[in-house]
């Protein structure tokens, strides 16, 4: 068993097929470090943006995973790869139990 850690949970390892079972998921840290990232300007409309946003791949800490997510940030032509961030949650109050409880890293 390979003992990957994924984020989100998944119901087998995508390497080695095993099942990962309920009873081994975790809580995984709000930290993670920015692989790499994108500034965009258009919406997925191809309307152009009020404001520009930084989109990045986020490697999360102590997991084997990644997830894109919004970078919070005004430096627009600053080389971010490298940089630690930590996801901004909605209020525990408006929790959904999904990826749509992450609003943004900062």
Known sequence: KCEKVYCPPRLYCEDCFCEIPDKEWREVPSKGKIRLHTTV??????????????????DIKDTDSSMLGIIKTKKLDKD???????????????????????????
Do not use: N, Q
Request: charge should be positive; include cysteine.
């Open 41 to 58: 300007m258009i919406d997925t409309h191809g309307h152009k943006l009020k404001e520009p946003k930084v989109i990045a791949l986020v």
């Open 80 to 106: 971010l790869c490298g940089h630690k961030v930590k996801a901004v949650l909605r209020s525990k109050k408006k929790r959904e139990g999904t990826l749509k409880d992450i609003l943004y890293f900062e």
